[in-house]
């Protein structure tokens, strides 16, 4: 059975009858996933809002476009991440928010990319 569903419910709705298991949906991979909690809005075009859990994969490959958890001179960020001829780039989801030129000076370190995030939609 198909376990996607509309806005609306038809009249003799059936509800699934296969179970989604969470843990596997959002950790594939025990042992290599966490959570970071979203402090700042400069991800809010991306929907990660102040708040909200973003779930990283440590083992996940950081690919031109991917949006990755980052050390960055001791600091921890989420940004998109982003080739730019021979440099990376971490680009904020907010005009608000500057862009940051990843130069050899600058300890960097990508912890992991965001595959999910968790959002509670009752605030």
Do not use: C
């Not at 569903?5 to 596997?24: Q, R, S």
């Amino acid at each position: 059975m198909d376990d996607t569903i509309g806005t609306t419910l038809p009249t003799a709705y059936e509800p699934p009858t296969e179970n989604i298991d969470l843990l596997k949906v959002l950790q594939p991979h025990p042992g290599s996933t966490f959570l970071i909690r979203i402090a700042d809005s400069s991800m809010q075009d991306a929907n990660m809002p102040i708040g909200s859990l973003a779930v990283v994969e440590r083992t996940a490959k950081p690919v031109s476009g991917a949006i990755v958890v980052a050390m960055l001179d001791n600091e921890i960020t989420v940004k998109r991440l982003v080739k730019a001829g021979r440099n990376w780039v971490l680009h904020p989801e907010n005009a608000f928010h500057k862009p940051l030129l990843i130069t050899e000076e600058m300890e960097f370190r990508v912890l992991g990319v965001v595959t999910h995030v968790i959002v509670d939609l009752r605030k």
